[in-house]
């Protein structure tokens, strides 16, 4: 069975630091795309970074750009997003999703993702 865990969200300053995590159970990643999304209230969901499985080629929202960084771990099994330099503006809740291989052009549309995690609560505040 296919699954996928967030974690690592949390309550942070503006400035702070969080590493979110992606968890696959039921699968490796290294056929699939792992994209991070996420979601304000009353607002859209929106991509974050992905990064693909054919050539570890990594995309990032001009919002993420300088501030974010998507890896992925050597057993391919966890996805990491470090957010660095956060803004009240990033509080959301944070989700990672999985598609076959590559992120592609539009990768930063959800409808093109599969399998979902739960998310994990990410609020920046002072």
């Known amino acids: 069975q296919v699954q996928l865990v967030e974690s690592g969200g949390g309550l942070v300053q503006p400035g702070g630091s969080l590493r979110l995590s992606c968890a696959a159970s039921?699968?490796?990643?290294?056929?699939?795309?792992i994209g991070w999304f996420r979601q304000a209230p009353g607002k859209e969901r929106e991509g974050v970074s992905c990064?693909?499985?054919?050539?570890?080629?990594?995309y990032y929202a001009e919002s993420a750009k300088g501030r974010f960084t998507i890896s992925r771990d050597n057993a391919k099994t966890t996805v990491y997003l470090q957010m660095n330099s956060l803004k009240p503006e990033d509080t959301a809740v944070y989700y990672c999703?999985?598609?076959?291989?590559?992120?592609?052009?539009?990768?930063?549309?959800?409808?093109?993702?599969?399998?979902w995690g739960q998310g994990t609560q990410v609020t920046v505040s002072s």
């Open positions: 999703a999985t598609r076959p291989f590559a992120c592609g052009v539009s990768w930063s549309a959800p409808g093109r993702f599969g399998s």
């Open positions: 039921g699968f490796t990643t290294e056929h699939y795309a």
């Open positions: 990064i693909s499985s054919t050539n570890g080629a990594t």
